[in-house]
């Protein structure tokens, strides 16, 4: 189970799929080791950029059952949900299946900190002993969620264990939530998504950790363990080489397909397909992310370090 301690790289897994727009199970096995044998410490299914909200039941389920029978690691399961009935189904079925926890979003319907307040009330009842996850991505939700209210949700809620923070920008937020615990509240384990583009200095200010994707995982691995092992500056080095792909993969509305692409490029995955509606990249999109590829190879290599491929 995940806990307020839980610490390291929780990649967010893709979902792939066939040419036609089918589940494909095979590329998800596949991709299930790269992440894994690219430093993985766990990792996240059915999130948004998982295209979770494209799946049938049926489908999540798939998913769920197929990455928990093969991951040698803890998995947490994305469980938003318009409703709570449907919330809890799904959350019970990956806990069945071995998930390690669950990942809840709020609806974007929340407006006032009262309401925030209600609604992860009535998570924490409906999952009764899941622990969860919060997720605070207000790019993606439109709700803002302040450290305040964090804290209050934490304080109220004692299986909600981890935050994921994508606030953008939101240093200052981890500051706050470290600044509460060390002054006695409960401290709970903050892991990192924004696709890493502030990996170093979110860890800096006292993440614990990531929780994202991207197309090249292992980078998030290699600059957390830089930085725990006390050498901030070799951290900074291996992150400035990933440093132009994590840019060009951040592109609002283009994101999935560009990760999507790069692990398709280096056979993780069969196909670099996005389940509709989803964005294609055009030849030239394709060209500038073979580019920075071969530029990326070669100032690894500069670090000495031999790139996954």
Not at 129 to 148: E, N
Not at 239 to 244: L, R, S, T, W
């Amino acid at each position: 189970m995940i806990n307020e301690s839980t610490r390291g790289v929780f990649t967010i897994a893709a979902t792939p799929f066939l040419p036609g727009g089918a589940l494909d199970l095979c590329s998800m096995d596949s991709l299930t080791d790269a992440y894994i044998e690219r430093g993985a410490n766990g990792l996240t299914i059915l999130g948004m950029m998982g295209e979770a909200g494209k799946l049938t039941a049926e489908e999540s389920t798939s998913i769920v059952k197929s990455v928990t029978s093969r991951a040698d690691v803890p998995v947490i399961v994305g469980v938003s949900a318009p409703g709570f009935a449907a919330m809890a189904s799904l959350a019970q079925t990956s806990m069945a299946a071995g998930a390690a926890g669950v990942m809840v979003a709020p609806p974007p319907s929340l407006r006032t900190d009262a309401q925030i307040l209600a609604y992860y009330h009535q998570t924490a009842e409906t999952l009764e002993d899941i622990p969860f996850v919060l997720q605070d991505f207000p790019l993606a939700t439109g709700v803002q969620i302040s450290a305040s209210v964090i804290l209050q949700i934490v304080r109220d809620c004692p299986t909600c264990v981890m935050l994921k923070h994508e606030d953008w920008p939101g240093l200052e937020k981890i500051s706050a939530l470290r600044e509460a615990s060390d002054a006695g509240s409960r401290r709970i384990s903050i892991l990192c998504g924004n696709g890493g583009m502030y990996l170093l200095e979110e860890m800096m200010r006292g993440a614990d950790g990531a929780m994202t994707g991207f197309g090249y995982p292992e980078m998030m691995a290699l600059v957390t363990k830089a930085y725990n092992d006390g050498n901030a500056e070799r951290a900074r080095d291996i992150f400035d080489a990933y440093m132009p792909m994590i840019r060009y993969e951040a592109q609002p509305g283009m994101g999935l397909a560009i990760r999507k692409y790069s692990l398709w490029k280096q056979g993780v995955i069969a196909h670099p397909v996005l389940r509709r509606p989803g964005a294609v990249l055009s030849q030239t999109a394709c060209a500038e992310v073979d580019a920075l590829a071969l530029r990326q190879v070669a100032k690894l290599r500069d670090l000495g370090i031999e790139p996954a491929v």
